[in-house]
């Protein structure tokens, strides 16, 4: 009996501590294979293009040739393959359904609005008549993007007739278009199991990510104090949504985003099985002593069905710096704000970059702790204005 390991995730070297005692064989991307960690997998097997058939052949292979009994992920990617996988070779675990449910972010909204959680109009469409009949009925700004897409990856705001005629859907792909919800972006992340919530910790946004994958500004977050009545309602909102989609039995991590409107509604943004992006993971050991990756993995190889969280810590937020397009000139090499917890500089001066490719791009990752007598803002827009005081860029 084995566990299969699908990853695209930088975490393999920590994998073996969390899964002691399995015998794990996985199917990893290239860009996530440390080769020193190897040796304490029973097998691995490298792709160069994770998003190829290659996957799915080794999927099969592994699964008949190790007698696996349960096929885990951590990345968005993953979730529909794995399920299918595991239906295919009468592994248990989160079936098609439940994963289309969490990744197909049309059939998501769909069941969630059935169940009374407002979201914004949106349709499935193939054409660019299609995108404008849809304006013409809810009106611009309207968002397109890929219905099972992550990171920011592949979304477009279109913000007024002159953007609408100049553009151009990628020929016979169906795109998902929403009506623009304007507001502030929160986040809600934890552990579920059974269509309801275990752990859940709510926190803000200072930009969107579709800010930070199409403008280049930082991705700043921190957590709300508990007594925060938007806190409350967040949790309240997260859990709705989990009910609201089908149940995945096992210990599984969680990623859920909202709208918090000028009118003060809370709209759903979407919700992923699966650990957070970029510094979410960091600040919830920091602030729970739950490592969500571990828990995740765990509750999916069936060792685990509950976790205990450390609740006197403080709570802490996140940075994550991407590149500008241009030559990087000056970068800070260490961050003096209190509550500073880890900084770490990646960037390179001199070095011409590109702009983000996605919404976890970054030059710079920057954790802190947040001062509970201090409101949230306030703290995210003093890291927002350290960075912009400290960094350079040389236009091209």
């Known amino acids: 009996m084995a566990l299969l390991l699908l990853n695209r995730r930088p975490i393999l070297a920590e994998v073996p501590d969390w899964l002691s005692g399995e015998s794990v064989v996985v199917v990893t991307a290239k860009s996530a294979a440390p080769a020193s960690a190897y040796e304490r997998f029973r097998r691995v097997e490298v792709v160069d293009d994770y998003e190829s058939g290659e996957v799915d052949r080794l999927v099969d292979a592994m699964c008949a040739e190790h007698d696996v ?101 990628p020929a016979g792909r169906t795109l998902l278009v929403e009506r623009f919800v304007d507001g502030i972006v929160c986040h809600v992340d934890g552990l579920m199991a059974g269509g309801a919530l275990l752990h859940a910790l709510p926190s803000r946004y200072l930009e969107s990510n579709l800010d930070t994958a199409t403008r280049a500004v930082p991705s700043i977050s921190g957590m709300l ?95 994550w710096f991407p ?5 990087l000139e000056r970068m800070p090499d260490s961050c003096p704000l209190p509550g500073t917890v880890r900084y770490t500089p990646f960037g390179e001066r001199g070095t011409r970059y590109e702009g983000p490719g996605s919404s976890t791009d970054r030059i710079a990752e920057l954790v802190f702790r947040v001062d509970g007598g201090r409101a949230v803002e ?10 912009a005081g400290e960094i350079r860029w040389q236009s091209r």
């Open 69 to 169: 009994d349960r096929v885990l992920t951590t990345a968005e990617i993953d979730v529909v393959r794995a399920a299918r996988a595991r239906e295919r070779h009468g592994i248990p675990g989160q079936s098609t359904a439940a994963a289309l449910a969490y990744r197909d972010k049309y059939r998501m909204k769909l069941l969630a609005s059935r169940q009374g959680i407002p979201v914004a109009p949106m349709a499935l469409v193939r054409d660019k008549d299609e995108i404008s009949s849809f304006a013409g009925r809810h009106g611009l700004p309207v968002v397109v993007k890929p219905a099972d897409g992550a990171g920011s990856v592949g979304v477009t705001v279109l913000t007024d007739r002159r953007a609408l005629a100049e553009f151009s859907p």
């Open 225 to 319: 104090s508990p007594d925060d009545g938007l806190a409350k309602r967040l949790i309240g909102a997260a859990e709705a949504t989990v009910a609201a989609l089908p149940p995945v039995a096992e210990v599984t991590a969680f990623h859920a985003e909202f709208f918090l409107t000028p009118l003060d509604e809370l709209v759903l943004c979407e919700i992923a099985c699966r650990p957070g992006g970029c510094g979410i993971a960091e600040a919830f050991e920091l602030t729970t002593g739950i490592n969500l990756f571990a828990a995740h993995l765990r509750g999916q190889a069936g060792l685990i069905t509950s976790v205990t969280a450390d609740s006197e810590r403080p709570r802490h937020g996140w940075g």
């Open 323 to 327: 590149p500008r397009a241009g030559t």
């Open 378 to 387: 306030d703290v995210l827009r003093e890291v927002d204005d350290w960075w």
